[in-house]
């Protein structure tokens, strides 16, 4: 289920997954299939991981990225869970062919 909050979408980004639900800056941003697959993808992950754990391990990335990085944007665009979406993000069938754990390639 897709809502339009720019309240919870984090300054600097467009979409924000947290399971069950995407949340878009934007309602112009329903149309871009793009960020939908992008957020679709970290559901799944979530669902996979039974959402807590993929938050915790999400962050706990992103630190480790950050002190790797020296570098919020970089850690960010490093976390194994955002470069297999960003990787991914365009093949909209991606999904239907998605092996669980798959963004363990991406660590």
Partial sequence: MIFISKYIVPKGYTGVALFPFVFLKYI????????????KIHLRQQLELL??????????????????YRSRSKAYRNISFEREAYTNEKDLNYLKSR?????LKYY
């Fill in 51 to 68: 959402v807590l754990p993929f938050y915790i391990l999400y962050f706990t990335e992103f630190l480790y990225r950050c002190l790797q």
């Fill in 99 to 103: 092996s669980f754990y798959s963004f």
């Fill in 28 to 39: 112009a941003l329903k149309n871009d299939e793009v960020l939908i697959n992008h957020e």
